[in-house]
């Protein structure tokens, strides 16, 4: 029973602190809602990125919010990591349901982002918030897609 408990807070801390220092590296110097600053803030449309087709975007963020509902029900109901995790969870279900009713991709990521005004974030931090929108952007991005056509 010890060595399953200790199992889950080992994973449940790993998964905070991956969000956590996933967004501490991007939040300097960057307004919360005008977009200015050298990322254009929260809630700045991406630029400058070239991202994954639709269909692309479907599968991947398809797999990623199956991972994540697996992960979920893993964890204690309301404990911290759970709480990350469900957050992270309703955010890419948005962006893939945007994704699926016909949006492009960066217009599905801003949708994602218009969840964090949403009650589902009240408990989360700028910094959490922040990572899973450049974990998405990079997600998405054709640049952390393999080409199929190199050796």
Known sequence: MRKANFKTLLAATLVVLTFLL???GS????????????????????????????????AILSAQVEALRDYVATLPVGSPAYNVAYRASVFYRAILQSV?????????????????????FTGSSFAEKQGLRNEAIGMLSTANVPNPNTN
């Open 22 to 24: 996933a967004g501490v």
């Open 100 to 120: 699926q009713n016909g949006k492009n991709v960066p217009d599905s990521i801003m949708d994602g982002v218009s969840m964090f005004l949403t009650s589902y």
């Open 27 to 58: 939040v300097e110097a960057q307004s919360l809602s005008t977009g200015v600053g050298s990322g254009g803030g929260l809630y700045a449309y991406p630029a400058k990125t070239t991202f994954v087709s639709s269909s692309e975007a479907d």
